[in-house]
């Protein structure tokens, strides 16, 4: 039997045993599990195991769980999806079903929003996304590029939606809430502290406003190694107001600001792995303007506004390098002290219309989407030809549809064509590069019965040259005028199943699994070789696999887990692509006592190993981690919450393929919360 039928049969025994488990009727009040919870990304609001695409939401009762220090650790229980780069906090990257890897500037492959701002940032050694955990209630994922429909071409990987706290989570029938959280690390000797006021103003207006402050040292491997330049200190903001106004209140305006930055002197150069280039002093500041109006128009099922208007800017300033190979500035214009920055401002403008008939609903979505990003790039000598500043303008117009059709079956066509217009900055004398990238995409979901469902979907999407593959340039190769947009296309099919009273009245199991096939045409690298074009498209790429999720939820146990298969290849040398996942599998098993307020509970990852070509192997690894929460239900410190945590119980020295550097060894965390209502 060889190894995709072994990993594919494996995969297969999983949800056959969850899937044959049990046929119990419908209980009316039942446990929700993860596959149970609101989606609000794909175009109309739905429950994640009913949508035709492969969509996992991570709720604020996981990421309380997982006492993250870095916002990729919440990814851990996604299929499909994990952080990349290194444990550095500046160094993080995100990958989806082998899209995104350390060598290749695959961030415009995946659109990462908060509060619906578009959130990009690329720089050589350097993360792409900069936030602390702390800030949001949950996190969207939308795996695959049928979301480039409504959320702009390109998306060969998926979406990944950050939504931010808000101040009715905190608010339960007082007028004022004030949060506040300590916690520790041992491993980095990490400390962080929070605190959240939440207020209800008046009976249509809330406020929250949010600061933490995390600080830690160099984290150590499961040898007792430190990892270099993984120390760091961050400060991070959030200011949100929600009005509500109108006819029953049904118009709503929703400001939220966030700010994270950090400050570090003498860090590694190279956040997103090892590789000798020194050190630098480096700031980081991140923020995020995000203003969205919308207005459900009463007593007209044709109109249902949502407008957002937001500002994503992300500047990184460096200083004081000692890059260890001669005269840092002299050597390489990267090692100058330079301003580097992205500033994209959008508008994005969307109806959705309802129609219905005896035997059909109807939802109609379409929209524009309006952007213009500005790249900077400033050293003491000039502009950087390997980071080119300049423009890139997009307009995308949209229209995706939803048909119900006699409760069972659900089509889902769609259509995006996005105009792009690049202008290089000032300095460079580069034509302006002008393309139109076109992603049509078509779904359907069938409701067997109650419990049985099937899916599939088939998509297309281009994703068109940025900035920096258009006009980046050295002195032995130029830029990149006649670069092809890389071409996707995608099909999916899946089946799912949900069983409710299984064990007793009240306990539900939900299981979805996908199977999934990707050509990837005309993709763009970069070409080293002198007298030809800085970048060029040179390769094709298949990918393909298998992601199981399965949920069960009971008033005393839940059990999650998250399976995932992803392979992939060069067309051309038939090589596994150096951006593919090992196969992987993460299971979570806890207990409550809603009486004492207990919430306790094992996690393990387990991945296999994995090979990109002799000399480029990775060893498989398992990492066990431990979690009790405790929130007292009466008495004096009813309104403490204590979380404890031990990851990687056992100190197992291991390294991700996708991470760059070895992970982090075993530490003890705790945290403590303090709730005060008025």
């Known amino acids: 039997m060889t190894y995709t039928k072994r990993a594919l049969l494996s995969a297969t025994i999983l949800s056959s045993v969850t899937l044959l488990g049990s046929s119990a009727a419908f209980a009316q009040d039942t446990n929700a599990t993860p596959l149970g919870r609101i989606i609000l990304g794909t175009g109309t609001s739905g429950v994640a195991i009913d949508t035709p695409q492969a969509v996992t939401v991570v709720d604020q009762a996981e990421i309380d769980r997982a006492q993250a220090t870095t916002v990729g650790e919440l990814f851990e229980t996604v299929p499909g999806v994990q952080a990349i780069g290194s444990g550095r906090v500046a160094g993080e990257s995100f990958n989806i079903r082998g899209i995104g890897s350390l060598a290749a500037s695959d961030e415009s492959r995946i659109i990462i929003t908060v509060d619906g701002a578009t959130k990009f940032y690329e720089q050589y050694r350097l993360g792409s996304f900069f936030s602390d955990p702390a800030l949001y209630r949950q996190v969207e994922v939308l795996r695959g590029p049928a979301s480039s429909t409504l959320y702009g071409a390109g998306a060969l990987g998926g979406v990944i ?31 962080a502290a929070s605190v959240i006021v939440a207020e209800q103003a008046t009976d249509n207006l809330e406020n929250l406003f949010a600061l933490n402050y995390r600080r830690a040292g160099n984290y150590s491997d499961g040898d007792g190694n430190e990892i270099a330049g993984s120390e760091f200190d961050a400060i991070s903001g959030l200011v949100k107001s929600r009005l509500t106004f109108g006819d029953d209140d049904a118009q709503a305006l929703t400001v939220s600001y966030t700010r994270w930055s950090s400050d570090a002197d003498d860090t590694e150069y190279s956040q997103t792995g090892t590789a000798g280039f020194g050190t630098i002093d480096r700031k980081i500041t991140d923020q995020t303007l995000a203003i969205r109006y919308e207005n459900a128009v009463l007593g007209n099922s044709l109109l249902d506004w949502d407008a957002v208007l937001s500002v994503s800017d992300t500047e990184v300033l460096q200083s004081d390098s000692s890059a ?32 219905s008939g005896a035997n059909y609903q109807a939802y109609v979505t379409a929209g524009v989407q309006l952007s213009q990003q500005e790249r900077v790039a400033e050293t003491v000598l000039g502009g950087l030809g390997y980071h080119p500043e300049g423009t890139d303008t997009k307009v995308g117009i949209y229209a995706q549809g939803e048909f119900i059709l006699n409760d069972r079956l659900t089509i889902v066509p769609g259509i995006r064509a996005d105009f792009i217009s690049l202008e290089s900055g000032d300095g460079l004398a580069f034509a302006d590069f002008d393309e139109v990238a076109v992603s049509p995409k078509l779904a359907a979901h069938y409701e067997i019965n109650d419990t049985y469902a099937i899916f599939g979907s ?27 947009s890389e071409t996707a296309t995608s099909a999916e099919f899946g089946a799912s199943a949900s069983y409710y009273g299984l064990f007793g009245s009240s306990d539900a199991l939900d299981v979805k699994a996908t199977l999934f096939y990707s050509e990837i045409d005309d993709l763009i690298s970069r070409d080293n070789t002198a007298g030809t074009a800085y970048y060029d498209n040179v390769d094709a790429a298949t990918l393909y696999g298998l992601e199981v999720e399965a949920a069960y939820e009971s008033d005393r146990m839940f059990v999650r887990a998250a399976y995932s298969d992803v392979r992939g290849e060069d067309d051309a040398t038939g090589k596994t692509l150096s951006s593919i ?67 990687n119980v056992l100190d197992t020295k291991y390294e991700n393929s996708l991470a760059g550097d070895a992970g982090e060894g075993r530490s003890y965390d705790i945290s403590l919360t303090r709730t005060f209502e008025f």
């Open 161 to 191: 939606n950050f939504e931010t706290k808000d101040a009715s989570d905190f608010l339960n029938g007082t007028d004022t809430a004030i949060r506040t959280q300590l916690s520790y690390g041992s491993n980095a000797d990490e400390y």
């Open 324 to 355: 260890p190979f001669g005269p840092a500035c002299a050597t390489a214009g990267l090692f100058c002290d330079v301003e580097y920055g992205y500033q994209t401002t959008s508008l994005k403008l969307e109806n959705t219309s309802e129609f």
């Open 458 to 484: 088939v998509a297309r999407t281009q994703r068109a040259p940025t900035l920096d593959e258009i006009f980046s340039y050295d002195s032995n190769e130029p830029n990149s005028p006649d670069l092809l």
């Open 581 to 647: 996942p090992a196969r992987n599998l993460n299971l979570t098993i806890g207990g409550r006592d809603a009486q004492r307020g207990l919430e306790y509970g094992w996690q393990g990852g387990f991945y296999d190993d994995i090979s990109y070509g002799v000399g480029n192997d990775y060893s498989g690894y398992a990492v066990h981690d431990l979690f009790v929460n405790w929130q007292p239900q009466s008495g004096a410190f009813q309104a403490f919450e204590v979380g404890l945590r031990v990851n």
